[in-house]
């Protein structure tokens, strides 16, 4: 365990910190999944900008890699062009 008070003081940090961006990973895949589950294109227009917003939010958080955002953007944006 570690001596130091500012040791102490990085260990909470941490752990708050690895739930937060746990919640916003699990939050944003489940909105990935749901939008490629849909078959309505009326629908999958109105959700798209906001699962966009969300994967920038975790590539810019470095939770996830820039690489892969762009990636996931790109498959869900030829999803949605193809319904």
Known sequence: MANHKSA????RNSETKRLRNRYQHR???NAIKK???LS??????AL?????AMIDKLA????????KAANLKSKLTKHVASL
């Not at 798209?48 to 966009?52: E, F, G, K, L």
């Not at 810019?60 to 690489?67: A, G, L, Q, Y």
Request: hydrophobic fraction near 30%; charged fraction near 40%.
């Open 8 to 11: 102490l003081k990085r260990i």
């Open 27 to 29: 939050t944003t895949r």
């Open 35 to 37: 939008l490629r589950e």
């Open 40 to 45: 309505n294109k009326k629908e999958a227009d």
């Open 48 to 52: 798209y900008p906001a699962v966009i």
């Open 60 to 67: 810019k958080r470095n939770i996830i890699h820039n690489n």
